[in-house]
């Protein structure tokens, strides 16, 4: 009886599977296959724009959860990608701000430069306010379509003795991003050291993404509520089940995929053997 139950599931989900790659049930597998591998290899590039000292580095760390940056160092002139996950599919990227740039690398020059309509989401960090430099470049950003979330950094720093928090947030929500950027825009109010508000930032960039990309941020990203723990089970879940069909497409054994906390090992065409666990992390991959 629960091997019936077991196999009804694994039906049902490659039902599913088939309407997520628009294909028909009799698609040779090799199509089928190549098309999974091809989403297995997606990335996600998310852009951290800001001055030195506003916090991203701290900011990356929150967000995935360990320390993956070192706050310690001091920012150079150049880009520094910082990238993880199953099969390296998570990319941070640190952006230099205006004010550090190296000779010849031009304001004007800056779009090209560091190839900007590649990421998925832009983070623009700031812990004061936005140079015009700042502004023109993110409304740029917004015309092309670009998604763009602002982040106040070290927000549990806010203080001012003849304002409440609340009226300072709003003081900033206003006069700093909605009479500049228009009022459809996002601010997220965090502290790296409190972990106020990496919950919403996350929310605000999963709603950025298409649901292949969201899988990626929910596999990698560190769960800050119940809801987010609940999506990153289910993304685990759907990857462990994309693996498992290519090892079946490949002769391997059935594998029970209901229970994304068992390891699954599954062979890829690239001749790796790998185990995916229910933490989202590739673990004893050899070539």
Known sequence: MV????????DKELEQLFQELQVEEDTPVEVIAERVESELSTSLKIGFFGSPGCGK?????????????????????????HIWGEDDTML????????????????????VNYDIESFDVLLCCFETKLNRDDEAFFKEAK???IQIIFVRTKSDNLYDPNKSRRELKREIRRHLIYDVFGRDSKLVFTSSK????IGKLHDAVTERLDA???????????????????????????????????AAGKGAEYEDVLDTAVDV???????????????????????
């Open 3 to 10: 091997g019936v139950k077991r196999k009804n599931q694994w």
């Open 143 to 145: 015309e092309h379509g």
């Open 57 to 81: 580095s701290a900011l990356m760390n929150a967000m995935i959860g360990e320390r993956k940056t070192d706050t310690k160092i001091t920012p150079g002139t150049n880009v520094t990608t």
């Open 212 to 246: 292949k990309k969201q899988d990626i941020f929910y596999r990698n990203a560190k769960a800050y509520s119940e809801s987010f723990l609940k999506r990153k089970s289910k993304a685990a879940h759907r990857v462990v089940f994309k693996y498992s069909f290519l």
């Open 265 to 287: 090992d599954v062979t890829v065409n690239r001749n790796e053997t790998c185990r995916i666990s229910s933490g989202s992390q590739k673990k004893g991959c050899r070539k």
């Open 92 to 111: 941070f990227v640190d952006l230099p701000g205006y004010g550090g740039l190296i000779e010849e690398h031009t304001v004007d020059d800056y779009w």
């Open 194 to 197: 409190t972990k106020l508000g």
